[in-house]
């Protein structure tokens, strides 16, 4: 996937840092190799190097529409939203060494502790932090060393240079931002194109990265992939960007699940990541839902024989057919992907399957589907979705959008939030000896009361029940209520949560770490 010319200025150096600069030993080289050139680096063990396409800008930021009313942008460009005011810093500050009176020179803000990396948002310029915050890889474009390759049947593929732990930021997604209502024309424009670069970057926004973008549009799919796209907050603004989710070894292609939906009229895409896990294609073929279904009857009737005298040629590709089959006296829905002009097959994906047949339509009979009744169809459905009385942003006919397209979730409806948590007095103790209580209170602005429960006596049915249970699992008698009461309680509270698991997950590292240490002195 591919990126374009840098638009970073100095207009930005209120959240770069020190004089804006670039820590050279953790950035990626931003003057990429010139349009269809080869990378510089050598490829590693096992892997092609390959130019990289004529027809794509490389390009490092997103492009959003010009504001310059004397170079105006295409209309589908959507505009960049307006830098958020600056807020209370996340209150991280370096540790001190009493004992050698020096202060750590690790960097902070590096993990949940800290309230905005917690929220997935960076730290802006007035971090206490200082030099040392580390929560500021996408604004300063920390990529890690990656270099483009040959995948073979996969096409370009991104391989790690060197080792990446699991966690770590490896590269921002950049394209230009299309506004969501010209996703259906964008469609059509490369309907006659088997590979897409649409990713969702909020529910009005999408990446499109086919013809300016980032090198993160090389990242292949995978089914069981090692990187994942996560959307954070840089200055209020939301950046799509790849993390590591295992450890990764220098030479090892990196990958995540594109979750795709099937697009209605638009042939599935055949997986080549070779996974045992492997689904067989890149999109998720679930079986049909009541309102597929529904939609199916009501293209009934709007088949229409082809009127060409001979099989169409590309003009049919990514269309719905219908073959029929005489052995089986009836008609089999079918997508077209290619077609190859040397010998006249179309290459088709039957429905329920996923292998490619090469069909001569020319000896067939077939039907194809009335696009404009499809369109008709499919717009009618997006417009109920969108006013659905539960607010969701519906995902619209952009069920073809790159990796992790889904819309963000919101508040759902009947499913009471609660303000608290109980807690093991263990986790309490954590919590306060890491001061991860009073930093919550200041930055979301909340009160956190804590009391002890001795028994299950909360008006509220479900939160007795909850104290029922903690006072149940606890050890030691005793668990304790933190109430969420102010301004932001709820964000707070998943605050709390997100370094409570964290906890757990690192109690268990070291439990597996011990058990590993006892299996060597056995030995």
């Given at each position: 996937?591919?990126?374009?010319?840098?638009?970073?200025?100095?207009?930005?150096?209120?959240?770069?840092?020190?004089?804006?600069?670039?820590?050279?030993?953790?950035?990626?080289?931003?003057?990429?190799?010139?349009?269809?050139?080869?990378?510089?680096?050598?490829?590693?063990?096992?892997?092609?190097?390959?130019?990289?396409?004529?027809?794509?800008?490389?390009?490092?930021?997103?492009?959003?529409?010009?504001?310059?009313?004397?170079?105006?942008?295409?209309?589908?460009?959507?505009?960049?939203?307006?830098?958020?005011?600056?807020?209370?810093?996340?209150?991280?500050?370096?540790?001190?060494?009493?004992?050698?009176?020096?202060?750590?020179?690790?960097?902070?803000?590096?993990?949940?502790?800290?309230?905005?990396?917690?929220?997935?948002?960076?730290?802006?310029?007035?971090?206490?932090?200082?030099?040392?915050?580390?929560?500021?890889?996408?604004?300063?474009?920390?990529?890690?060393?990656?270099?483009?390759?040959?995948?073979?049947?996969?096409?370009?593929?991104?391989?790690?240079?060197?080792?990446?732990?699991?966690?770590?930021?490896?590269?921002?997604?950049?394209?230009?931002?299309?506004?969501?209502?010209?996703?259906?024309?964008?469609?059509?424009?490369?309907?006659?194109?088997?590979?897409?670069?649409?990713?969702?970057?909020?529910?009005?926004?999408?990446?499109?990265?086919?013809?300016?973008?980032?090198?993160?549009?090389?990242?292949?799919?995978?089914?069981?992939?090692?990187?994942?796209?996560?959307?954070?907050?840089?200055?209020?603004?939301?950046?799509?960007?790849?993390?590591?989710?295992?450890?990764?070894?220098?030479?090892?292609?990196?990958?995540?699940?594109?979750?795709?939906?099937?697009?209605?009229?638009?042939?599935?895409?055949?997986?080549?990541?070779?996974?045992?896990?492997?689904?067989?294609?890149?999109?998720?073929?679930?079986?049909?839902?009541?309102?597929?279904?529904?939609?199916?009857?009501?293209?009934?009737?709007?088949?229409?024989?082809?009127?060409?005298?001979?099989?169409?040629?590309?003009?049919?590709?990514?269309?719905?057919?219908?073959?029929?089959?005489?052995?089986?006296?009836?008609?089999?829905?079918?997508?077209?992907?290619?077609?190859?002009?040397?010998?006249?097959?179309?290459?088709?994906?039957?429905?329920?399957?996923?292998?490619?047949?090469?069909?001569?339509?020319?000896d067939k009979k077939w039907l194809i589907l009335d696009e404009e009744m499809e369109q008709f169809v499919?717009?009618?459905?997006?417009?109920?979705?969108?006013?659905?009385?539960?607010?969701?942003?519906?995902?619209?006919?952009?069920?073809?959008?790159?990796?992790?397209?889904?819309?963000?979730?919101?508040?759902?409806?009947?499913?009471?939030?609660?303000?608290?948590?109980?807690?093991?007095?263990?986790?309490?103790?954590?919590?306060?000896?890491?001061?991860?209580?009073?930093?919550?209170?200041?930055?979301?602005?909340?009160?956190?009361?804590?009391?002890?429960?001795?028994?299950?006596?909360?008006?509220?049915?479900?939160?007795?029940?909850?104290?029922?249970?903690?006072?149940?699992?606890?050890?030691?008698?005793?668990?304790?209520?933190?109430?969420?009461?102010?301004?932001?309680?709820?964000?707070?509270?998943?605050?709390?949560?997100?370094?409570?698991?964290?906890?757990?997950?690192?109690?268990?590292?070291?439990?597996?770490?011990?058990?590993?240490?006892?299996?060597?002195?056995?030995?």
């Open positions: 996937m591919n990126a374009a010319k840098s638009t970073f200025n100095d207009t930005k150096l209120e959240d770069h840092g020190v004089n804006g600069t670039f820590p050279s030993h953790e950035t990626q080289m931003l003057h990429k190799p010139p349009n269809g050139s080869h990378d510089s680096q050598s490829p590693p063990v096992g892997y092609k190097a390959c130019e990289r396409p004529d027809d794509v800008e490389h390009i490092d930021e997103v492009q959003w529409a010009s504001e310059d009313a004397n170079n105006p942008s295409p209309s589908e460009y959507a505009r960049r939203p307006r830098y958020a005011p600056m807020e209370d810093p996340c209150g991280c500050t370096p540790a001190y060494d009493e004992e050698n009176d020096t202060i750590d020179t690790r960097p902070c803000c590096t993990d949940t502790t800290c309230v905005l990396f917690a929220c997935q948002e960076e730290c802006r310029g007035n971090c206490e932090a200082g030099d040392l915050c580390g929560n500021k890889r996408i604004t300063k474009k920390q990529w890690r060393d990656v270099i483009v390759v040959d995948a073979g049947l996969k096409g370009r593929g991104l391989v790690a240079n060197a080792d990446i732990k699991s966690g770590h930021f490896i590269i921002e997604y950049t394209g230009v931002a299309i506004q969501k209502s010209y996703l259906d024309s964008m469609f059509r424009r490369y309907r006659m194109e088997r590979m897409l670069y649409i990713m969702a970057l909020d529910n009005d926004v999408y990446i499109d990265a086919r013809k300016k973008g980032s090198i993160a549009r090389y990242v292949n799919h995978s089914c069981e992939p090692n990187c994942a796209v996560h959307r954070w907050k840089v200055r209020g603004i939301s950046r799509a960007c790849i993390f590591a989710t295992k450890d990764i070894k220098a030479g090892t292609e990196l990958s995540f699940d594109y979750k795709w939906k099937r697009k209605r009229g638009r042939a599935p895409t055949k997986c080549y990541c070779g996974s045992i896990k492997c689904r067989g294609t890149l999109e998720d073929m679930l079986d049909k839902s009541e309102e597929e279904e529904q939609e199916e009857m009501q293209l009934e009737g709007h088949w229409k024989t082809h009127t060409m005298t001979q099989g169409a040629g590309r003009e049919i590709m990514n269309r719905t057919i219908k073959v029929f089959s005489p052995g089986e006296d009836e008609y089999f829905l079918a997508d077209v992907c290619e077609y190859d002009d040397k010998v006249g097959k179309h290459c088709v994906i039957y429905r329920g399957e996923i292998e490619e047949t090469w069909e001569n339509l020319d499919i717009k009618r459905k997006t417009k109920s979705r969108q006013s659905n009385s539960n607010g969701l942003i519906s995902t619209g006919t952009n069920m073809n959008a790159n990796p992790e397209s889904e819309p963000i979730p919101m508040s759902q409806p009947n499913v009471k939030a609660k303000n608290y948590l109980i807690l093991q007095t263990p986790m309490k103790e954590k919590l306060f000896a890491k001061h991860l209580v009073d930093r919550c209170q200041r930055h979301y602005r909340v009160q956190i009361g804590v009391i002890q429960v001795f028994t299950a006596t909360a008006p509220d049915p479900d939160e007795s029940a909850d104290e029922q249970k903690a006072l149940k699992e606890s050890r030691d008698g005793k668990c304790w209520k933190f109430s969420f009461i102010g301004m932001k309680p709820f964000v707070a509270r998943e605050y709390i949560e997100k370094n409570i698991q964290d906890f757990i997950e690192s109690d268990k590292q070291a439990t597996l770490g011990l058990e590993g240490n006892y299996r060597e002195e056995e030995k």
